[in-house]
């Protein structure tokens, strides 16, 4: 008989769809002492909400998380509402004695990480946050190699992250869907939204990041919002491009962007070492290239592992050798991982904590793109 991990969604988006996708598939792929079960799930809008507990599974529905977390049949709660209510419901649940999965970024900047993960520390609730690229199997691969030391001392570090959906000036900002370009709801544009998740797969293969030069710009000044129909300022920025010292020694080069035509969600980043080399793409997400110049030079090039034998992270669990997996299965590896820190007592990284060092570095970025010098992170 498995143990139960009662889950109480807060949100039916974009990000309940990959999470809950998360929990309802994980026991069938990974052998765990944990099942999570789908207890509740909670948003104001109760026509959608029942869609969305009925696709999914969720047995019952609350209106309020207030309520959410005074019931004692849930154990933890997943954050998947947008960044200006993280905070204050990721206390309250840590108050409540309940277990945080939350989605990224932790919060609208470090000064709300701070207090947020003071708080779970204080009640000793397990806790994660969902920056999913770092279980693609073929990133967690790149992990173990630049570990392994193949690369030797690294000397540069680049990513990039670009899309294309906001170009058009009739977008409105703010509501379902949009609050991503409203500033109050989202905190900022490109550098919460994606250079976090490029700069937490940044710390995590290459260490601490000390110092940045930033860039940013807002192309559309102003947008319909999409709650109040009123023309108002963007206050997102819409790109940002920044420079980076790491605490190894090494450079960094990172940009993003919402209107780079033509790329709907290219993530890719690049790691040089003075032996080696490792280069992965998204859109590609299985692969990993690698360049060791070890190699003997009448075949020395760039290969491409394709990480999906058995022996690769998380390979084991799903198909036979050869054979992918995707996007979604990032987030089923996300919940094994929780599920196993439990068995095991260890932390889940990214912690709150963990992920605090990312938010200090968009809160960085931010400011020297205002202040145009460089700031100590
Ligand atoms: C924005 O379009 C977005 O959905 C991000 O919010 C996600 O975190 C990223 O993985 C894909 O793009």
């Known amino acids: 008989m498995k143990k ?35 207890k509740a799930a909670c948003a104001r809008n109760q026509e959608e909400l029942q869609k969305f507990a009925d696709q999914w599974g969720y ?30 419901i990721a206390i309250a649940a840590a108050e409540a004695g309940k277990m945080i999965l939350c989605e990224k970024p932790l919060a609208m900047n470090s000064e709300e990480g701070e207090e947020m993960c003071a708080a ?27 570990d392994s030391g193949k690369l030797g001392r690294i000397f540069h570090y680049r990513a990039n992250f670009l899309q294309d959906w906001t170009i058009s000036d009739d977008l409105p900002q703010g509501g379902n869907a949009l609050w991503r370009l409203d500033v109050k709801a989202a905190g900022s544009g490109v ?73 709907k969600a290219l993530y890719t980043f690049e790691v040089n070492g003075e032996n080696a080399s490792v280069k992965w793409d998204l859109h590609d997400l299985h692969r990993l290239d690698y360049f060791d110049h070890a190699d003997e030079s009448a075949v020395r090039g760039w290969r491409s592992i394709h990480v999906t034998d058995s022996d690769h992270p998380y390979m084991g669990n799903w198909w036979v050798p050869g054979l992918q997996i995707g996007y979604e299965h990032t987030f089923v590896h996300q919940v094994a991982d929780f599920l196993k820190s439990l068995e095991t007592g260890e932390p889940c990284a990214p912690t709150f904590r963990d992920a605090l060092e990312t938010q200090r570095v968009c809160d960085a970025v931010l400011k020297s793109a205002t202040s145009k010098s460089w700031e100590k992170v």
């Open 59 to 88: 047995e019952s529905t609350e209106n309020d998380w207030r309520k959410l977390l005074e019931r004692d049949d849930i154990d933890a709660v997943d954050i998947c509402v947008p960044n200006n209510l993280h905070k204050e």
């Open 4 to 38: 139960e991990l009662r889950i109480g969604m807060i949100g039916y988006g974009f990000m309940g769809r990959t999470h809950s996708n998360g929990y309802r598939r994980v026991n069938n792929f990974f052998d765990l002492e944990y099942t999570p079960v789908l």
């Open 120 to 146: 779970v520390e204080k009640a000793g609730v397990a806790n994660t946050v969902w920056y999913n690229y770092r279980r693609v199997p073929a990133v967690t691969h790149a992990k173990n190699i630049i």
């Open 191 to 263: 550098t919460g939204d994606l250079l976090a998740h490029c700069i937490d797969t940044a710390v995590w293969l290459n260490g601490a990041v000390t110092e940045v030069t930033a860039m940013t710009e807002t192309f559309i000044k102003e947008r319909v919002h999409q709650e109040t129909g009123e023309v108002t300022p963007v206050g997102i920025d819409d790109a940002c491009s920044f420079l980076c010292r790491f605490e190894n020694g090494s450079l960094g080069l990172f940009e993003s962007t919402r209107y780079a035509r033509g790329h």
